[in-house]
DNA sequence: CCTGATTATGCACAGCAGTGCAATACCACA
DNA sequence: TGTGGTATTGCACTGCTGTGCATAATCAGG
């Protein structure tokens, strides 16, 4: 086609020339591409086949800026390559795309100060929606947000009452049935992994077990070490396993957490799990089901997050009652804990 | 400030409205938020202050109806949770960052058709560059992205010699490598580990071990069965271990698949690695160094690539020199393989 | 205080697509 | 052929920002 070889790498073709080829309005074309506009079965066929030649493809930006959705959501997430939060992120990018929008990926790198510019850009681009994974971004911006006219959804994390929608998991009603099952397993020694980093979820599950083992008569040893890694699981078994009175049940905030501690437990301390220690983890994370584990944990309910998060962005839920959500974490039984 | 009160959930505040509330024109809000361009101090400041007060924040969208670039930069991806593909993803948007573009990321879902829909997505938000990690875009559609002016980079696949940039890693030094570590612990009966994917990174791995093999004088077993996931590497190992003559070193194209061989190895079939068996994998995902695996692998260069395909969209390297290139993965000594 | 040079500002247009409104073409029917 | 009605089409405007150009303001220097 001599005709393209105008566009030699320039720039994209936009609907006057697709116009200007199949000898119509451009209103024509842009009629073409809205469904439920009148086109008449003819002039859409010119159009249509123009359209193909020049390769034209609807320009999503300008029209954002006519309708009142841009059709982008934006996703905050830190250490996305992490098994969670990439399973996380897999799946609203699937579900979302199942509703025509398109997921935009903020990467805060860990650094929360970037928490900040990523709800920037977030507003810069007009995203729909702002649904954030993990970090604090300020309450002001969340109110521009807000303001603006933008959805904010929060996951796992429930600082802010007044404002964004809010999806959280039972980490309450988890971690008091983690110390039931080490209790049915005949165990009277516990602990808790936990990380330094100190997200809501984290420190929830944390104090729902020293509060369900405290409310039993028993004492946990708590320890939060470095950031939420396998390393950090390792280590800390490193501290819990060579003191004098070991832990016999250790509930580990994460499954990645309960991975590192399994490891450094069976492999440095020679410890037989689940016979001479019990684990169990909480997300039911993939490499939990490897035959190197078979660890016992709670599935986080990635799928039914993503479809509630996707409701909520529809704004099918408008009511002040579904603002917010509980899922529960169902226990997902393997071998880490003693058979009672 | 009862001013915002027009705003209420409604649109966007405009630079109309932010010129208005600081009492200059239209252009001076715009220049205020431009690099380089010619604005009082004053002015900048009023006009700072009643954007902070509004909660303005620029339109990339109708920023990028002017501009030559959009800022957007299109991932194409499947098993977006797979972890080298996590881990590929969160280095690529935070490299993308670094640079002042957004990745907008496009999950194929393993949907083979679904990825000329991605690509067109890709046109439909303007973006500045498609990067495909996964899938196999058709041509016709690879010509249109570059007509328009669009940079295509594949990652880790040469179906196209012409068009589009392309970052390989070297397979075939890799494979060969790794026949000689299997050769130099001594093992004589080997055997590949692929899945059913076909992809070209894949069998580029696999014939290059078998053909380093065959120069050898030596025949290789090769299983190519189910997805690239650890259940396929689980299954193969059924498949190999329980024939009569079994392999005694497997190269197991990816890490995932290696260490599900490595588990139902151990596991099911009670062999001891290295001393009995010798895997190798391929990727270094972060699990392959866990005290359960401890898997001698290749690294695949991940920064190295984020690092070039940031250039490679950035247009530092122009000719068609830099259209493309081919990265080493450097071996990662553990303990799946027997000292000599 | 005046002149020339520099900087700051505003106007108006471009970039792309969607849509209300009016004009036109089309169809069926008498 | 005329008429009423409907389906198409085109015009022109909107949404939001960046920028060339012309004009106004500022400044330095004599």
Redesign the interface.
């Known amino acids: 086609m001599a005709s ?1 070889s105008r ?1 030699q ?5 936009s609907a006057r020339e697709v116009a200007e080829r199949a000898g119509v309005s451009r209103s024509a074309v842009s009629r073409t591409f809205t469904d439920g506009a009148s086109v008449s079965a003819a002039t859409r066929h010119k159009v249509l086949t123009a359209a193909e030649e020049l ?1 034209y ?6 029209r ?2 006519i309708r ?1 959705s ?1 059709g ?1 959501v934006c996703l905050i997430v830190a ?5 969670n ?3 996380m ?3 609203l ?2 579900h979302l ?1 199942a509703v025509n929008k ?6 805060t ?1 860990g650094d929360h100060e970037r928490v900040e510019r990523a709800v ?2 977030t ?4 995203a729909d929606a702002t649904v954030v994974l993990s970090g604090t971004p300020p309450a002001s911006l969340i ?2 947000c ?5 959805r904010v959804i929060l996951i796992n994390r429930d600082e802010y009452k007044k404002g964004p929608a809010i999806v959280m998991v039972d980490n309450q009603r988890a971690a008091r049935e983690a110390f039931l099952m080490f209790r049915r397993a005949g165990c009277e020694k516990f602990a808790v992994v936990s990380s330094s980093a100190g997200t809501p979820s984290l420190t929830g599950r944390e104090t729902a077990f020293v509060a369900a083992a405290k409310e039993a008569g028993f004492d946990v040893s708590v320890v939060r070490h470095g950031p939420t890694a ?1 390393v950090s699981g ?1 280590e800390a078994a490193h501290m819990l396993l060579s003191r004098a009175e070991r832990p016999t049940a250790v509930f580990c905030v994460t499954d990645l957490l309960a ?2 501690f399994m ?2 437990a ?3 301390f020679a410890l037989d799990i689940p016979n001479e220690l019990c684990v169990v983890g909480f997300d039911d994370i ?2 939990a089901g ?4 078979r660890l016992t944990t709670f599935r986080q309910p990635v799928e039914e997050i993503a479809e509630w998060v996707v409701g909520a962005i529809d704004g099918k839920q408008q009511g002040a009652a579904a603002q917010s959500t509980v899922l529960s974490a169902e226990p997902v039984w393997r071998q880490s804990v003693r058979p009672r």
């Open positions: 393209r566009n790498g320039k720039s994209f073709t390769g493809h609807v320009n999503h930006l300008a954002g800026l009142e841009s982008i250490d996305a390559n992490t098994p939060h990439a399973k992120l897999e799946t990018t699937r795309q398109v997921a935009m990926v903020i990467n790198a920037r850009q507003l810069h681009y007009r109110d521009t807000i303001n603006n006219g933008q396998y390792s991975l590192g490891d450094a069976r492999h440095t993939p490499e490897w035959d190197s584990y």
